[in-house]
């Protein structure tokens, strides 16, 4: 098999598509948090962060220069002066050294009592809140479907995450799990979206974040309950995850390691959406590129105005936003090519044993017919470069003398049904909004 071609492993599931019986349902603890201290919105929104993989290096020099307490100091910790020295030059250990040091300075605090949190994401676009809760969620046993992964991970970026948890002895930031649908969880979430929240700050996109410490018991009862009668599907967070897993494997003792720090919200209303990542080829020029494309694609130019990366990112949006437009885009930063119509050379490239759920995503194509099969490309990330929006894609291109490949988003329905089916996307195949703030509630596994 391909060397980029994934590990397909089918786990049963029932014809309504209900996760396993069991060890099946999500086990949401309270756990005491660690919080900054001081909690006015201006001050939050300076020390917290994106989620470390969303963090580009310009991007974390901002944040760290932003405030000395910016939690970038620790989910990207840098051995360098100013930063607070070099722990015999081991990121992980600079910071565990420097969360201590928070602590014993009173910017960070220890919740006296276990908690859920409670949170609303509000976008700034008028679209619905996304709520959900915070909690630590058991890593469920071998065989259990309750958590169910959807995309491939790298071994090297697994063992960074685990080192960092290990070092620290705390979950940094939540990943993101999305459940089935579950109408006592939305009652209670309605009860305890209540009064005024315990945190909030609007971050730079707009969005607003809004937390709720819950502690009454029964609620807490009934809500762990109703979300224990639920299965998920990692929306976000599959590195954090495969470490959380690997560092209970290395340290079962040690207390906490067998959960990981969740944001839990429901698939479909009132949860996440789906927005598309896209690629880019270093060092591949778009007339190569195209060439070899056209062996396994129907190639047509779009048009771009004057052809300037303005241009051509306003006419990727509007490909993006046409509900039937199909197919990938192409560009070097002037030039706009859609490809259309794979060929059976490039269908060829698809695993036949995978789930028909998993063939027909597009972003399976793009990754095993045209970067692998047609452009030689390895599935790494120095060969294909990762890009959240068509302005960092086009740039980068521009950039690195190269060319960015434009992906449409797979749906919710789509990511639920290949989790299911076993399968898993190529890395990086979905992007869900909103994203929790990194740095408001920590998780320290010692409780």
Not at 35 to 64: I, K
Not at 393 to 403: I, W
Request: net charge negative.
């Amino acid at each position: 098999m391909d060397q980029d071609a994934p590990t397909i492993s089918v786990v049963p599931t029932s014809s309504d598509s209900r996760l396993l019986s069991g060890a099946s349902g999500l086990e949401v603890r309270p756990f005491r948090a660690l919080t900054y201290r001081r909690r006015d919105p201006g001050h939050l929104a300076r020390v917290s962060s994106p989620a470390y993989d969303l963090v580009t290096p310009a991007g974390r020099d901002r944040l760290a220069g932003a405030d000395p307490h910016n939690i970038v100091r620790l989910i990207l910790p840098r051995c360098a002066a100013g930063e607070g020295g070099t722990a015999d030059g081991d990121p992980a250990r600079l910071a565990a050294a420097m969360l201590a040091a928070w602590q014993e300075e009173g910017v960070l605090d220890r919740d006296p009592e276990p908690a859920l949190w409670l949170y609303e994401l509000q976008p700034p676009d008028g679209a619905p809140a996304t709520v959900g809760w915070l909690g630590a969620v058991a890593l469920p046993p071998t065989g259990s479907a309750a958590v169910l992964p959807h995309e491939d991970t790298y071994p090297g970026a697994v063992e960074d995450r685990r080192a960092l948890l290990a070092a620290t002895g705390t979950d940094l930031e939540p990943i993101v799990l999305a459940h089935d649908p579950e109408p006592t969880v939305a009652k209670l979430t309605a009860v305890a979206r209540q009064g005024d929240p315990t945190l909030e700050l609007q971050d730079s996109d707009g969005v607003e974040h809004r937390l709720w410490r819950v502690t009454d018991p029964p609620l807490l009862a009934r809500v762990t309950a109703a979300l224990r009668r639920t299965g998920a599907v990692i929306a976000d967070g599959h590195h954090r995850f495969a470490a959380a897993r690997a560092n209970s494997r290395i340290e079962p003792q040690r207390e906490g390691s067998d959960a990981v720090l969740a944001l839990v919200t429901p698939m479909g209303a009132g949860g996440l959406r789906v927005a598309p990542i896209h690629r880019v080829v270093p060092d591949l020029s778009l007339d190569a590129a195209l060439t070899a494309a056209r062996q396994g694609f129907r190639v047509t130019a779009m048009p771009v105005g004057d052809g300037d990366q303005v241009a051509v990112v306003a006419a990727i949006h509007r490909w993006l936003e046409t509900a039937d437009e199909s197919g990938f885009l192409v560009t070097d930063g002037h030039q706009l090519y859609q490809l259309t119509d794979p060929s059976e050379i490039v269908l060829a490239r698809v695993p036949p044993e995978a789930p028909p759920a998993w063939r027909r995503l597009d972003v399976v194509l793009a990754h095993h017919g045209l970067l692998a099969a047609l452009w030689q490309r390895g599935d790494d990330p120095e060969s294909v470069l990762i890009a959240h929006t068509a302005e960092d894609a086009v740039r980068t291109a521009a950039e690195r003398g190269g060319v960015a490949l434009l992906l449409r988003a797979p749906s919710p329905a789509d990511v639920a049904a290949v989790a299911r089916a076993g399968a898993r996307m190529p890395r990086k195949s979905t992007l869900f909004v909103p994203k929790p703030r990194t740095g408001l509630v920590l998780r320290p596994l010692a409780d």
